[in-house]
Every structure is written in C-alpha cells, then in structure tokens.
C-alpha cells in the first residue's frame, strides 16, 4: 500500500489539496477555485474531484493510501455524512458515497477542526502530548480533543464545538441562533467588530488604525489589526489583548471539564503569538479553578499553519485504512 | 480471584461500605461515623480501615479482588493520590499507599462523580450508552465522562469539574475563589440560597413556605424545598425549574463540547426528578447548538440513588485488577 495520502481543505471559495507523506510533509500541492457564488454540493464536489485528479497526476503509480477531505461543518461519527455545512448548502450530504465511484482510493470526511488537531498531535506542536485541546481561532472559534491517540467525535461526531459554549447570558447574538456564545467574544469577528465599533465611536484611540485604513473603515480586517498591533499600535495590542482575555477563561472552563495537558492554538488570529497568548495564558491562571492544586495545562501556539487542516484530514484517513477501518470506526 | 469487591464512600461525617457481587448488587453494608470535627487524615483512613474489616467479616473466605474508595476531591490519574479533597484535610495524601500495608486488596482511590457515573453506566440508567456524561447535584455539581467503556480523567486525573465553568461573568462568589461558577446556579446550595433570600424578602410567595419551617428560616434544607414542591407549593415548584433552568443551559454547553447521547443526573437534588429535569430539557432544547441539525442527547434521572459512589469505586477497582493494571492506568 502507498505511503501516500491526499488531503482536501474545502474552503469558502477554493478547494486546496495535497499530497502527505509519512513523515508529515506535503509533497505535491493543488488548489481549483469554486465557481463564483456557486456553492450547490455537485459543483463543490466537482471541483473536489478535479484537485484529487489534480493531485493523483503528480504521484508515480497514480494511487494513494487513502483520501482525507476537511470540511467546515459536522460531520457524522462514521465520517461519511456532512450533517450540516453552515457556509456550504450541504444538509446531511453523503459526500463519501458520492465521492467512492469518482475516486480510485477510501475517502474519509472530517470536520476541519478535528483534522487541525490531528496535524497538531501528529506533526505539530502536540507531539508529545496524550490530552490535547486544539482551538482554531478564525471568524469563528474550532476545536478538537485528541486524547490518547484517538480524536474524541462524541456520540454524533458533533463534539468539539467550543466556541458555542455561553460564556455571557444574554450576550453577543451568535450566528447558530443563541446569545453570549464564546465564539462572539474570543474569535476574529470579534476583534473586527470591535475595532468597528472604536473606529465608529471615532475614539481617539482609534486615529492611528484609521489613518492606516486611509479613513475607509469598510476596509477592516483581522490581519490587520494584528498587523497594527505588531507595528506598536497599543489601541490595537488592547483589541488583541482583549481577545486573548476571553480565550484565557473559555480555556479555563474548557480545563475544568476536560483537563487536557496542552492547549494548541491555532487558525488566523493566532499569528498574533504572544500578543493573544499572553494575555490568555495570565486570565487562565487567574481563572482555572483548583489553581494552586493542581498541574497547569500549557497554552502553545499551533505549528502547521493553515495546512493543518489538510495534514490531519490526509493523516485520519491513511491512519483509518491502515487500522483496517473502512467504515471509519476504530481509529482516529 | 473473589468476584466480589467493596466500595468506600467517604462523607463528611460518616464512611460506608459496601461489598458488590458481579451483578452490581450490594451484599453486605458497613458505616462507622468518622469522630466529631475530627477531619485528619489518619483518622479517616482508621474509619476505613474499620469499615474494610468489619465487611471482610462479613464475605465468606474473608477475601475480595478489589477495593475502591470514593472520595469527594481530585484524585490523581493513577488513582493513588488524593491531590485535593475540600472538605477532608488532604492534601496530596497518598491514601493508597497508606492503606496498601493494612488492606489485603488492591486498592483504588477515585473521585466521587467518576464512581458515580461508572455505576450508572454499568448498572444504572446509563447501561446502553456509549458516551454518557454523568452530572451530580449535591451542594455542588460533580461530573463524569464515560465513553467506549471507559472514564475519561483527563491528563492528570482532574476532568469533571463542571459545577467550575463559569456561566455569569462577575456573578455569585464560588467556594473555588472564583465567580459565577455554574454550580452556584445550579446546584443543592443554589436552591437554598434563592430559596432563603426569597424568605428574606419576606415575599408573600414565600408565606406556606415559612409556615412548614415553623417560622424558623435557618432550618431550611434543599430536601425541604423539595418536598413542597412535590406537596404542590407553587413557589417552591418555581424555585427548582429556576435551578432546572440552569441545569439545562449547562447542558447545551456541554453538549456544543463533548456530543454525549446521554446525560445522566444523580445527586440528592436529582430526587425533584421531572420538576428539576423537564425544565433542564426544555431550556436544553432552547438552546443547544445546531439544534435541528443533529441528534439531541437525553437528560434521564440516576437510578443508584446515592449509593452509586460505592457501587462505582467497587466496581472500577474490581475492574482495573481484571484489566491486570495495578497501577490503574489502562482500566476504566
């Protein structure tokens, strides 16, 4: 059997692909954007299709292990069904069924947060680590456990939505339909709005990322708040800083409950490195309870980037198929 | 090897025993008071050295495979330590070693809710399910996770602090240090302490209420509120859907994290059974996230009742020594 696996990041507007081999590298890489406004399951899928053969082109032999896909979405526990994709219109599509006739390997589906925390454990900075928490910090908040070489699905393969877990009653409305979710407080939404809401207040503190933004507010975004931040604008170190905060006491909710030993933070807003990771890593030891009493778990910034999600997807699925676990129970 | 095993549960005032057949039936019983005030570690562990014997009197051949003491505090992940028990004066205690040379068993230390809610999945009203979350309501909340048949400890023994996750920011003072815990909404202590402040107010709600106290506020109890509730009390009804209110939001929370399929709720709280668990489901309903789009867990009552802590720690230790693991790891 092959020691190569494809992993697939399905994305808001492109589908990016690549070729893994054993060690954790990406040795061929294939990215196909999706048609414009076009998000129905059967052009997403086509355009899967097209990056595998993409990829599968570049491989001697033309075969690999197996074939991961991260999705943005749940995924059943047998890994073969997308429950529900919120920026895609998948509703309990069964892409692995659609998927089998159209390519020449065993497809497993996972939810992209899941794969994230797998690369992390496998090939990051969870290496050695036997209870790791993975947190992606995008528009909004991901997150995977991963203990004892297994990533933990639940009971419907839903598990791992943290950043939907009320921190402020009556709070920030969120996007799944509830208020006060941690996700509208720790995320980069969050730092966007905000710095939104600074810059419509037109505080002072604001002047200097106005100013970077050529006076056009509209044109806001994360990196470059945290690119401000990084250049020494301090209203923009306090915006990240305040993020880093409630990232610190959603982990100290997440290590009462789970105890994990390592916390990996990754997805966009974590390139701000200490500049979040700071300011988290001091409100959790403020707020863990049984400080004092108890090992305190390591808050460490992710190492894969934003490959992560397409290592772990490549990875879970060889590691499926070499546990002899088509149906994908049994491992990963 | 004896198919029997005790369990210990250690209370505040009292230890008891139990020896467990293999069918989770409890034998033989045993309780000796632990001396008034007295709270030190070598006169707790006299009582159950006391309880042990007077059980062992007791089982035919005077021997069992296994011992299993449960105990309200944090217990590390080699079942060896208690790192931390509130209400007892240990502090790192090595109780299993203290106890390894006056036991003719082996010996496993767990935490009260992890005893509890093994029980209810092998012998109680969790049976089925493979990704059950026990919840204990008491004058705090305590928790357990069992998936794939087994309790999930976390890296270093200390997952399952739920009643810790903070659900008010800035709210009630926790006896943790911190505030806004769920337990202090959710719990025995919350019922209370709604329910003395109500008399406090000298609220006409609260007049029947009073009058069963014989006017004496300070001997309120949460069983009393209880049993009004149960009588028809309508305030004392409301007082309880408040605390199942908040159970339910809980459980969302936990939900969104770990997708269990079954929650299970012991404790002595759990006794108001659907006045405390229909409102828990109905909030749970509310607000659990993607709803719709997934599975919904079931909230059912515990069946051990409060001997569940013995029937658990018996039946984990029993299981740990079949499992040929001494040291506990690798078992349960």
Same mark, same amino acid.
């Given at each position: 059997?092959?020691? =190569? ?82 920026? =895609? ?63 933990? &699905? ?49 505080? #002072?503190?604001?002047?200097?990322? =106005? ?67 700071? #300011? ?10 049984? &400080? ?23 990875? =879970? ?8 676990? #088509? ?6």
């Amino acid at each position: 059997m092959s020691d =190569l696996a494809i992993g697939i990041d399905i994305g808001g507007t492109k589908v990016a692909g690549g070729v893994l081999d054993d060690t954790g590298t990406i040795v061929h890489r294939a990215r196909r954007d999706t048609p414009h406004r076009s998000k129905s399951p059967a052009v997403v899928e086509d355009t899967i299709v097209a990056v595998i053969d993409d990829l599968l082109a570049e491989v001697p032999g033309g075969s690999v292990a197996a074939v991961g896909i991260g999705a943005a979405g749940w995924v059943s526990v047998d890994r073969a069904t997308v429950l529900f994709a919120p920026h =895609l219109s998948w509703r309990h599509e069964p892409l692995r069924e659609r998927l089998a006739s159209r390519v020449a390997a065993p497809v497993y589906v996972d939810n992209d947060a899941n794969a994230a925390g797998w690369a992390e454990h496998r090939f990051g900075a969870g290496q050695d680590e036997s209870h790791l928490m993975m947190i992606t910090l995008g528009t909004g908040i991901g997150g995977a456990l991963v203990t004892d070489g297994r990533v933990q &699905r639940g009971r419907y393969g839903v598990a791992g939505e943290y950043g939907h877990m009320m921190v402020v009653p009556g709070g920030h409305r969120c996007e799944c339909g509830n208020r006060g979710c941690w996700e509208q407080y720790a995320s980069g939404n969050a730092l966007v709005r905000e710095a939104r809401s600074l810059l419509l207040a037109n505080s #002072p503190l604001a002047h200097d990322l =106005l100013a970077r933004l050529g006076g056009e507010e509209d044109t806001l975004t994360g990196p470059m708040i945290t690119e401000a931040a990084q250049d020494g604008d301090q209203t923009c170190v306090e915006l990240i800083a305040d993020i880093g905060r409630w990232l610190g006491t959603g982990l100290a909710n997440l290590a009462a409950a789970f105890d994990p030993g390592t916390f990996v933070i990754g997805g966009g807003v974590s390139a701000a490195g200490d500049l979040l990771l700071q #300011p988290a890593r001091e409100t959790f030891a403020r707020e863990l309870t049984g &400080r004092g009493y108890r090992p305190m778990a390591r808050i460490v910034q992710a190492r894969l980037g934003n490959e992560a999600g397409l290592i772990g997807a490549a990875d =879970l699925a060889r590691t499926a198929v070499r546990a002899g676990a #088509p149906d994908g129970s049994g491992a990963g």
